[in-house]
């Protein structure tokens, strides 16, 4: 059974108390995409995006977004550093999710260790999304959903390949694909309200979504488990 709200209430209590370090991570991964950010926000202020977002003038903004589309390099690069910041992240979660024990900064840092596994996970992940978007934009957003336990089974079990970290979440997901776009979903309020302080808000949402989304993937497995759908064997190989 998937209990979205269970999920969310209890993220609330597994942060209390212990709310400065995500922030702190929230805050450095923040910063860090946004200078990788920087030359596409250069490019589009090169092509008069700003003055025309000002302006209002809807032609010249799609014309200035349409001229700032980020390289190949470029886009695959950002990939690539958020990959890496969302697993060292994951890694922080994971150990407040199975300990009441306080973090430290020390165990995003070694998150790091991951780096090449979640290059590898966004590349396989990205390849197999982009695939069946081809076909049509519902089956991309249904497979996107389907991979998207595969961060949290590499960083908790290091024994997992890749290839095997989608099979894994692709079973574990099965029959919770609608629930967990759901959840997904009910942050969206949130999310808005967030832009009207200029994203501070995400300090404190970030860490909020990720236990939440933490606390929904280990029911996924659990219940994956108890069905005899996978079995304990399966996350070493």
Same mark, same amino acid.
């Given at each position: 059974?998937?209990?979205?709200?269970?999920?969310?209430?209890?993220?609330?209590?597994?942060?209390?108390?212990?709310?400065?370090?995500?922030?702190?991570?929230?805050?450095? &991964?923040?910063? #860090? !995409?946004?200078?990788? $950010? =920087?030359?596409?926000? %250069?490019? /589009? *202020? +090169?092509?008069?995006?700003?003055?025309?977002?000002?302006?209002?003038?809807?032609?010249?903004?799609?014309?200035?977004?349409?001229?700032?589309?980020?390289?190949?390099?470029?886009?695959?690069?950002?990939?690539? &550093?958020?990959? #890496? !910041?969302?697993?060292? $992240? =994951?890694?922080?979660? %994971?150990? /407040? *999710? +199975?300990?009441?024990?306080?973090?430290?900064?020390?165990?995003?840092?070694?998150?790091?260790?991951?780096?090449?596994?979640?290059?590898?996970?966004?590349?396989?992940?990205?390849?197999?999304?982009?695939?069946?978007?081809?076909?049509?934009?519902?089956?991309?957003? =249904?497979?996107?959903?389907?991979?998207?336990?595969?961060?949290?089974?590499?960083?908790?079990?290091?024994?997992?390949?890749?290839?095997?970290?989608?099979?894994?979440?692709?079973?574990?997901?099965?029959?919770?694909?609608?629930?967990?776009?759901?959840?997904?979903?009910?942050?969206?309020?949130?999310?808005?309200?967030?832009?009207?302080?200029?994203?501070?808000?995400?300090?404190?949402?970030?860490?909020?979504?990720?236990?939440?989304?933490?606390?929904?993937?280990?029911?996924?497995?659990?219940?994956?488990?108890?069905?005899?759908?996978?079995?304990?064997?399966?996350?070493?190989?």
């Amino acid at each position: 059974m998937f209990e979205r709200k269970k999920y969310k209430n209890f993220a609330k209590t597994q942060l209390s108390g212990r709310w400065g370090v995500p922030i702190l991570v929230t805050l450095f &991964v923040t910063i #860090i !995409l946004r200078i990788f $950010s =920087i030359p596409d926000m %250069l490019q /589009m *202020s +090169r092509n008069g995006y700003f003055t025309a977002l000002f302006a209002l003038d809807w032609q010249g903004l799609a014309a200035a977004s349409q001229a700032s589309n980020s390289s190949l390099i470029t886009t695959i690069i950002q990939t690539v &550093v958020d990959a #890496i !910041l969302t697993v060292a $992240s =994951i890694n922080v979660y %994971l150990k /407040m *999710s +199975r300990s009441p024990e306080p973090v430290s900064f020390s165990d995003f840092i070694e998150g790091f260790n991951n780096w090449a596994r979640a290059i590898l996970s966004t590349l396989w992940q990205l390849l197999w999304v982009t695939l069946w978007t081809l076909l049509f934009i519902i089956p991309g957003i =249904i497979k996107a959903i389907a991979y998207s336990q595969m961060y949290y089974i590499i960083v908790e079990y290091k024994d997992v390949s890749v290839t095997k970290s989608m099979r894994i979440s692709m079973e574990i997901t099965k029959g919770h694909k609608w629930d967990l776009f759901v959840m997904y979903l009910s942050f969206l309020g949130w999310d808005l309200l967030s832009l009207c302080t200029l994203g501070i808000l995400q300090l404190w949402l970030a860490p909020y979504k990720n236990m939440t989304y933490i606390n929904a993937y280990h029911s996924l497995v659990k219940e994956a488990i108890e069905s005899g759908r996978i079995k304990p064997e399966d996350f070493s190989e």
